[in-house]
Structure formats: structure tokens, C-alpha cells
């Protein structure tokens, strides 16, 4: 096996900043926060967290979408990426540059944006501006501070803003993708994908595709396939292959294709 890459993305896009939350803010905001690290040709990675939205990348699947992928904590064991829509890390770079998502406690929110960012381009500056202007960052209306901080402040407001509204649905996308090469010397390029989205008034496709595993792992315990005690990973084929089977039962599959 020459490469590998495992990207998964569980968001939607009807906003400017590109992202809406299914689940935490505060968890999702600090999630943009983790140290990171991922093996390319070779080289491993270290990232510190404040510069992990640097490292977002284009990452294409199928005609229709246009994410970017980023490095998910320590994607080193399983290759592991997040991805989310094109424009979406520049904004959060932005936010790491001035300081919101910040835990320290503050007395003001801050307010001198371009004295603290390098913008790459006056059309980028006036697109992430604008996602700021949404967020209400230039709004003279009263801001009720939540710890004290600009972090837990900012996650007040955007639970405001980003919640998905009635009729709405998220999406979740996973792939895998193999890059092999075989004993005759042929290489092909292997992509397991999965694509689904959440059902409208109904759950969601992250709420499914937690639950549902979830779900079917205890009812395995209970019913004696898994005997093993203590905390499991799903990395063995005794685990992981009943498991998948369980998950097919209940559409949840993924589509096979060799490029």
C-alpha cells in the first residue's frame, strides 16, 4: 500500500462561515484547537494547534463536492482527516488570529480586527469580514458575556445563529481512500465512500451514524457476539466485520470503486 487517507465531514453550508453545528460549538470551536500530526511521503508532521487551519487543503469527491480536508489530532494510526466546505478555514484562522477562541478570561471583546490579521487579499478580507459582520462582531448591540471569556462568548451567539432550522438536513461523508500498489506493478487508486444525509424534522445523519453503531455494539454485548471485556477499538475483524455487517442491515454502507 503506497497511501491512505480517511477524511469524514458532518456539517452543512447555508451561511457565510461555511460550517453549521451538529453537535457543541464550544466543543467544535476547540476541536479547531488540537495538536495535530499526519505522515505524508514519508515526513511526519507536527502541528501546533493555532496553525492547523494552515494546513487545510482542496480535497474533491465526486463532481459535486468541494471540501477542504485538515490533519484530525494525531492522524497518524489511522490516517484520519476531518474535512468541511471550501472558505471555511480561513475563517477559523481568523478567529484563532484574534483570539476567539481564547479561554482566557476578558473584560472587552476585541475589536481591532485588521490590526491583528494579515489578510492575503483585500477580496478575502472583505469575505471573511462579512462573516464576521454576520456573526454580529461589529454590531453596536449589547453583548452579554458568558465566563468571561471570548470563547464561551462566541459560542453564545453562534448557538444562536447556527442551528439548523426547520426543514433543514446535515450531511455526512467518509471515505476512504487506498493508493496500491500490486505484485505485477500495476497501481490502482481503491476509494470506499459513504455519503448520507439527514432526514428533514427527523434525526440527523450525525445522530444516525453515532446512534446506530452505538446501539448495535450493545446490543452485541448483550447478546454475547462481543465477550470481551473493558473498553474495545472496532480494529479487529472479529469486532469489526459482525459489526458492519449490522451496519449494512441498516443502510449504512459504503460504496466501492477502483479509479
Known sequence: MLGFIWSCCKSSSTNPLEYKFPWSPRSALLAFLNLAAYLAEGKQPAIDGNDLMEYAKSYYIYPAFDFVTYPNR?????????????????????????????????????????????????????????????????????????????????????????????????????????????????????TFTLESYGIPDGFSAMATFVGVPCGIAVQFVLDGVIKTPGVLAPYTKEICEPLRIALESEGIGMIEKVL
Open 74 to 190: 494525531n492522524s497518524v494510526p489511522l490516517g484520519s482527516c476531518h474535512y468541511g466546505y471550501q472558505g471555511f478555514p480561513e475563517v477559523i484562522k481568523m478567529l484563532v488570529e484574534v483570539t476567539f477562541l481564547n479561554t482566557e478570561p476578558k473584560d472587552t471583546l476585541v475589536a481591532k480586527i485588521k490590526s491583528l490579521v494579515s489578510f492575503p487579499n483585500d477580496a478575502e478580507a472583505s469575505r471573511i469580514l462579512q462573516g464576521f459582520r454576520w456573526i454580529g462582531l461589529f454590531s453596536s448591540d449589547p453583548v452579554k458575556p458568558r465566563a468571561r471569556n471570548l470563547l464561551e462568548t462566541l459560542c453564545a451567539r453562534l448557538e444562536d445563529l447556527m442551528q439548523y432550522e426547520q426543514g433543514e438536513r446535515n450531511l455526512v461523508m467518509l471515505q476512504h481512500k487506498f493508493i496500491v500498489e500490486w505484485a505485477d506493478g500495476k497501481e490502482d487508486t481503491l
